[in-house]
Structure formats: structure tokens, C-alpha cells
């Protein structure tokens, strides 16, 4: 299971579609993928137009995001304990949580962001 960061989807399913065809050929692979009810929180917020949001309905309905939980809630919070700079990334740290409770590789644009989280499987494209 890979679970994916809003920055994989808004350069998935914005602009250039940058990382469209990479995310497509995975899909079609049949690899599975979710996202977390946190980076639909994201990913909503922005500034998403209609085909955009009717894009990520289609590849990952909004009532099949993965829950942000207790179980989460408590590895989230270790995180927070245990890596750098935690007070500026509560929501990474959360989304990390959602793929380490999971046994989930996370898929992300930002690899800085992740890079120091303890546990955390970072999913290389092939």
C-alpha cells in the first residue's frame, strides 16, 4: 500500500501533470494507493478547480481517505517527541503517522519534509 502526499497529488493532477503519467502507470499496475483524510484536508484547501477536484474524486474518493485515529494520534504524537522541527510540521508528522500505522511506504514530492522520521518507508517511483 502507498500512501500519497498532497504533493504528489498537486503534481499529479495539476498544471503539467508532472507526475500524471507516473501515477497512472502505478495505478495500472495495480499498485494500491490511498490518501489520508489529512491530505485531502490539504489538498481541498488550496486553490483547486473543478476538473481538478473531479480528478482526485475519480482516482481517490474523498469517502475512501484513510482515517486519522487514535492508534495514528499516538504515533503522531511520538513523532512530535522524537524528530526536529516538530512545532512547524504537526500535519506531516500526522500524514507519516497514517502510513507508518499502516505498514504504508508514503509517497512524496517533499523528501525533506519525511526524510528524518523514524520508521517511515518512503516510496521511490520506478
Known amino acids: 500500500m502507498i500512501l500519497l502526499d498532497t504533493s504528489v497529488l498537486i503534481d499529479a493532477l495539476t498544471g503539467s501533470q508532472r ?5 497512472r502507470s502505478a495505478l495500472a499496475r495495480g499498485t494500491r494507493m490511498a490518501i489520508p483524510a489529512l491530505v485531502l484536508f490539504e489538498w481541498r484547501r488550496g486553490p483547486r478547480n ?3 477536484l473531479a480528478l482526485q474524486e475519480a482516482l481517490f474518493p474523498s469517502d475512501e481517505a484513510v482515517s486519522f485515529g487514535p492508534s495514528e494520534a499516538i504515533e503522531a504524537a511520538e513523532l512530535y517527541r522524537s524528530v ?3 512545532r512547524s510540521r504537526e500535519v506531516d508528522l500526522a500524514i507519516a503517522a497514517c502510513a507508518i500505522a499502516r505498514g504504508a511506504e508514503l509517497w512524496t514530492q ?3 519534509d519525511f526524510i528524518d522520521i523514524p520508521g517511515l518507508n518512503i516510496h521511490t517511483p520506478v
Open 50 to 52: 473543478l476538473a481538478e
Open 110 to 112: 517533499n523528501l525533506a
Open 84 to 86: 526536529g522541527r516538530s
Open 19 to 23: 507526475l500524471g503519467p507516473a501515477l
